[in-house]
């Protein structure tokens, strides 16, 4: 027997002796129900094994919810970004027909200006939530006060900041992925072996959150080897004359075995090695594992 949105909810309301707009105030987690109520009904919606008609809802109300998407503008290009707006894309071809209208905010990510410019124009407009990546970290705690004063969701991609209480964070364990790269790193070392970490980022924030990678790596390093030699340096250029001092500077002064770059700029060391015909040293990138993480 097929059961209507309407006669589901009378039905889960009978069983449990109460009323529809209580079995309603349960459904969308509102207040107002006794715990001990709320527990004997979603005990009869597990029963019934009742799942709400999202899609009629949305008809029925008629309402578009508004979301907003503040990330870097090279998204266009094929790197980092391009995923991120794949998977947002995918989304919203499956979802698009519930009434879920997208708007991307787009900012130069070497600029605060720009990025502060880009999320006050969100905000001319009615917005349901928020997709954003924070990268800048002064500026992007101001931006989540800004939506919890207008009372907006927000969500935090690539880049998470605990503190700024985003509904959730989809990208990477920074310090976890650190770890998974000195676990694979392991068999390429011995004892004594000298390693290189480096972290190159155009701003300091971005730094910040390069040194939790860093930091799981060198534990875990720590944890395997008892003599293992790890320097780690941060250069906030990508310049590749800078790079190439450094190199030469550091790789002057003691034999080193492998390099660790911390993020996607692994190929102007790659170039390096390339140039200088380095053979014995071994380069490793970034492995992120991404998960979801609800606060």
């Given at each position: 027997?097929?059961?209507?949105?309407?006669?589901?909810?009378?039905?889960i309301?009978?069983?449990?002796?109460?009323?529809?707009a209580?079995?309603?105030?349960v459904?969308?987690n509102r207040?107002?129900?006794?715990?001990?109520?709320?527990?004997?009904i979603?005990?009869?919606?597990?029963?019934?094994?009742y799942k709400?008609?999202?899609?009629?809802?949305?008809?029925?109300?008629?309402?578009?919810?508004?979301?907003?998407?503040?990330?870097p503008?090279?998204?266009?290009?094929?790197?980092?970004?391009k995923?991120?707006?794949?998977?947002?894309?995918?989304a919203?071809?499956?979802?698009?027909?519930?009434?879920?209208?997208?708007?991307?905010?787009?900012?130069?990510?070497?600029d605060?200006k720009?990025?502060?410019?880009?999320?006050?124009?969100?905000?001319?407009?009615?917005?349901?939530?928020?997709i954003?990546?924070p990268?800048?970290?002064?500026?992007?705690?101001?931006?989540?006060?800004?939506?919890?004063?207008?009372?907006?969701?927000?969500?935090?991609?690539?880049?998470?900041?605990?503190?700024?209480r985003?509904?959730?964070?989809?990208?990477?364990?920074?310090?976890?992925?650190g770890?998974?790269?000195?676990?694979?790193?392991?068999?390429?070392l011995?004892?004594?072996?000298?390693?290189?970490?480096?972290?190159?980022?155009?701003?300091?924030?971005?730094?910040?959150?390069?040194?939790?990678?860093?930091?799981g790596?060198?534990?875990?390093?720590?944890?395997?080897?008892?003599?293992?030699?790890?320097?780690n340096?941060?250069?906030?250029?990508?310049?590749?004359?800078?790079?190439?001092?450094?190199?030469?500077?550091?790789?002057?002064?003691?034999d080193?075995?492998?390099?660790?770059?911390?993020?996607?700029?692994?190929?102007?060391?790659?170039?390096?090695i390339?140039?200088?015909?380095?053979?014995?040293?071994?380069?490793?990138?970034?492995?992120?594992?991404?998960?979801?993480?609800?606060?």
């Open positions: 027997m097929k059961i209507t949105e309407l006669s589901g909810v009378k039905e309301a009978r069983r449990a002796d109460v009323s529809i209580t079995v309603d105030r459904l969308h207040l107002g129900v006794a715990q001990k109520t709320k527990e004997k979603l005990n009869i919606i597990k029963e019934m094994d709400p008609n999202i899609l009629a809802k949305r008809l029925a109300s008629k309402r578009v919810y508004k979301f907003g998407i503040l990330i503008n090279d998204h266009n290009k094929a790197g980092y970004w995923a991120p707006i794949t998977g947002i894309e995918s919203y071809s499956e979802f698009g027909e519930f009434g879920v209208e997208l708007s991307y905010y787009l900012f130069d990510k070497e605060r720009n990025f502060v410019e880009m999320y006050d124009v969100i905000f001319e407009q009615p917005v349901d939530g928020i954003l990546a990268i800048f970290l002064k500026e992007s705690m101001d931006f989540a006060i800004k939506c919890l004063e207008n009372r907006v969701q927000y969500v935090f991609i690539e880049t998470n900041i605990p503190a700024a985003a509904l959730s964070y989809i990208g990477a364990d920074l310090y976890q992925s770890r998974v790269v000195g676990n694979i790193c392991q068999y390429l011995e004892e004594k072996d000298n390693v290189l970490v480096i972290n190159i980022a155009k701003n300091v924030d971005s730094a910040e959150h390069l040194e939790k990678r860093y930091e790596f060198k534990d875990f390093m720590l944890e395997t080897f008892k003599k293992i030699n790890i320097t340096i941060s250069l906030e250029s990508d310049n590749a004359e800078i790079l190439n001092y450094e190199l030469d500077k550091l790789l002057k002064k003691r080193v075995r492998l390099i660790f770059v911390t993020n996607g700029r692994v190929h102007l060391v790659a170039e390096y390339r140039k200088h015909k380095l053979k014995n040293v071994k380069l490793v990138g970034t492995i992120i594992p991404f998960r979801i993480l609800n606060t």
